[in-house]
């Protein structure tokens, strides 16, 4: 599913984000990435990626260079799910290797593309693992990735925006 681009900056930046993710496939990534951004549970394709918005803060000191332009920083997570083929023994540990290879892709991916459309820059910034709350052994954790997006817009018209 490709997110629908739209004029607002944040909109560009995650329509950016779920492009390029659903643009890796294996060869050069560990797997072929699946849904992004799809919220049915049953409808997800494995592994699957869910960009949420955490927050957005402005950097502009008073005064300072980017008079004509806000500076913010965006927080971003990239919640991750994988699937276990079949049940072992110890489902909550077998899937670490799904996710740590889930992990690398999403790095290589933004460390190729480290510029976003209309941003200047995405970084990592690091990863936790969350136990699910389902009944589903073949996906007993989540791993929810950090990200940070720094841009700017211009304050007459915050649609234009730029390299941080």
């Not at 004029?7 to 050069?28: F, N």
């Amino acid at each position: 599913m490709v997110t629908q681009v739209t004029d607002d900056v944040l909109s560009r930046i995650e329509g950016d984000m779920a492009t390029k993710i659903e643009a890796m496939s294996s060869g050069p990534y560990f797997y072929k990435w699946g849904s992004v951004n799809e919220e049915d549970r049953a409808k997800q394709i494995w592994p699957s990626a869910e960009i949420r918005l955490i927050e957005e803060v402005n950097l502009d000191e008073e005064g300072g260079a980017w008079s004509n332009a806000y500076m913010n920083v965006a927080t971003y997570e990239i919640w991750v799910r994988a699937t276990l083929e079949q049940e072992v023994a110890d489902n909550y540990y077998a899937i670490n290797e799904r996710l740590n290879r889930a992990l690398h892709d999403l790095k290589k991916c933004f460390g190729i593309n480290y510029s976003l459309a209309p941003c200047g820059l995405i970084m990592y910034q690091g990863m936790r693992r969350e136990s699910e709350r389902t009944a589903d052994s073949l996906m007993p954790v989540r791993m929810i990735t950090s990200w940070r997006v720094q841009y700017t817009q211009e304050r007459s018209d915050p649609t234009n925006g730029g390299d941080g």
